[in-house]
Nanobody, 124 residues
Framework: QLQLVESGGGLVQPGGSLRLSCAAS????????IGWFRQAPGEEREGVSS????????TYADSVKGRFTIVRDNAKNTVTLQMNSLKPEDTAVYYC?????????????????WGQGTQVTVSS
């Protein structure tokens, strides 16, 4: 059974950076597409970025294009989300998710396995 654990969240000032990690256990990530999602209080869960099982294809929500970068290291069974130029509106709980397909998009319904989330707060 695949298990996902996010880390790297915290408090950062506007304009700052954070790197989130999604570590997998129980199975190799080689055959899983990975997505990052976020959910702010009172809001629906929003797809942020996704990456194919090989790492050759990635997608980004318009709200984070040019600021966030998703990268995977299958040898280490991890996926990272580098977040730069953070804004207060990026504040949310961030989740990673996986599904055993080559590529998935930004819809939460596309993913079977979910981590518990990590809090990101952007505030001065």
């Amino acid at each position: 059974q695949l298990q996902l654990v996010e880390s790297g969240g915290g408090l950062v000032q506007p304009g700052g950076s954070l790197r989130l990690s999604c570590a997998a256990s129980g199975s190799s990530l080689d055959y899983y597409a990975i997505g990052w999602f976020r959910q702010a209080p009172g809001e629906e869960r929003e797809g942020v970025s996704s990456i194919s099982s090989s790492g050759s294809t990635s997608t980004y929500a318009d709200s984070v294009k040019g600021r966030f970068t998703i990268v995977r290291d299958n040898a280490k069974n991890t996926v990272t989300l580098q977040m730069n130029s953070l804004k207060p509106e990026d504040t949310a709980v961030y989740y990673c998710a996986a599904d055993s397909v080559n590529m998935a998009g930004l819809g939460s319904y596309e993913y079977t396995y979910w981590g518990q989330g990590t809090q990101v707060t952007v505030s001065s």
